[in-house]
């Protein structure tokens, strides 16, 4: 036999079929998911709860991701080999703890950042802390609780209009409020604080320094020594057109960032990248999974608005498109921690998403509308975000439905086949914005 053939033989006998479960159910999944289903190395894919989009590629599995108990049946009795972490909430209740101290899970790896480093999301005066230990650029900001307030109330004060208020912990995207008078800052303060606004979430309030500048994220994914960089990306946060209204969960997204060349991602990787994952590992926090980085920049320097202990959504929807390199691959390197060892490889092209939602969000909206059309769709991948299906039939179940997903030589051409796509779908009272990339 060849040498040629000989190593074929080798490769298809070691190499190891994955049975994985996936856990979440929006766009973000969906493009895990897509993903996941692309590699050579996938066996099954279990996505927990997933949607309508997900049940096309995987096998969807009803149970809640924070129910650790029905987490850890849906392992055993698929025998699953690996667990994704989609969405933060897990994380920042400790599934990965949860894994760890459990007999029968503590083998099995999970994509996710422990307890302790999920603080990065789950607390922002964790996320500060670490920022000013580490020499991170930031807002200038101040910590306050119930006991505090008079001082939180002068420092309020001290500073200029507008005011940014951040309750401390998870508070579903809900948690900042940025407010023009001091008057409304005081009463807000209180509020958050005295009558817990949100919850257990404002027992700690965050006051920071307002930054003005256009925002970008970045992903990276780390093993708690190696890492790999992610393309960045742009949201639209705004429901209105021209970045105006209420903030939803994203309206669409963009990468690469045109603003994000050479210089001002030089001062990304040197100012922020290197000192947050070093800032980690001096201080022993084993972080494992993506961190993704909301940035602003400040007139061509980049301050951080906060991490987050996962990747974004709608951001993943262009994010991973532009992943040529196998994603199990880079998961097993994370899992190993031999990250460093493997390659990892983007596409050039550029990449859209535009947000179909239902017409109300993110305000009142109605459920349970009959999706026509997505298999019209050529040009683009069609991510579900806020779907269900009966039989054949793709129903709304959420304020986000779709995210209309496209890859060009550039934005432009990008966003125009998201937008000639959409004209092939329909939902009653569908909404979505006309001007993603308008800023650019
Ligand atoms: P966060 O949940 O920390 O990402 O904040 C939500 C949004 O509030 C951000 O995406 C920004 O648009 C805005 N924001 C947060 N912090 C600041 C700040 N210090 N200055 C200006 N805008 C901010
Ligand atoms: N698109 C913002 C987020 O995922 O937090």
Known sequence: MSPFFLNINFVLY???????????????????????SRSSSLEALFIAPGNAGTKSIGTNVSIDPNNFEDV?????????????????????????????????LKSIPIIGPNKVAAQLEGSKDFAKEFMLRHNIPTAKYGTFTKETLKEGLVFLESMKA???????????????????????????????????????ASTKVVIEQFLAGIEMSTFVLVDGDGFKIFPEAKDYKRIGEGD?????????????????????????????????????????????????????????????????????????EVVLPRLKSDLIDLFEGVATQTLSERDVEFDPRACATVMMVSGGYPGKYEKGKTIYGLNSVQNSLVFHAGTTSDGPAVMTSGGRVLAVTSLAKDIESA?????????QIEFDNSYYRKDIGFDL
């Open 72 to 104: 850890k049946q849906t392992v055993l009795d698929n025998n699953i080999n690996m667990v994704v972490v989609g969405p933060e909430a897990p994380l920042v209740n400790g599934i990965v703890d949860f894994f760890g101290e459990d007999n029968a």
């Open 14 to 36: 070691y190499k190891k079929f994955m049975n994985i479960l996936l856990l979440g159910s929006g766009g973000r999944e969906h493009a895990l998911a897509w993903k996941l």
């Open 415 to 423: 966003l125009a086949i998201s937008y000639e796509s959409i004209k």
């Open 244 to 316: 105006t209204g209420l903030n939803t969960g994203g309206m669409g997204a963009i990468s690469p960032v045109p603003f994000a060349a050479s210089g001002f991602s030089d001062k990304v990787y040197n100012q922020v990248i290197i000192p947050t994952v070093k800032g980690l590992k001096k201080d022993n926090i084993d972080y494992r999974g993506f961190i993704f980085i909301g940035l602003i920049n400040v007139g061509g320097d980049p301050y951080v608005i906060e991490y987050n202990c996962r990747l974004g959504d709608p951001e993943t």
């Open 162 to 200: 507008p005011y940014v208020l951040k309750a401390d912990g998870l508070a579903a995207g809900k948690g900042v409020l940025i407010l023009d008078t001091l008057k409304e800052a005081k009463e807000e303060l209180s509020g958050m604080l005295l009558d817990e606004k949100f919850g257990d």
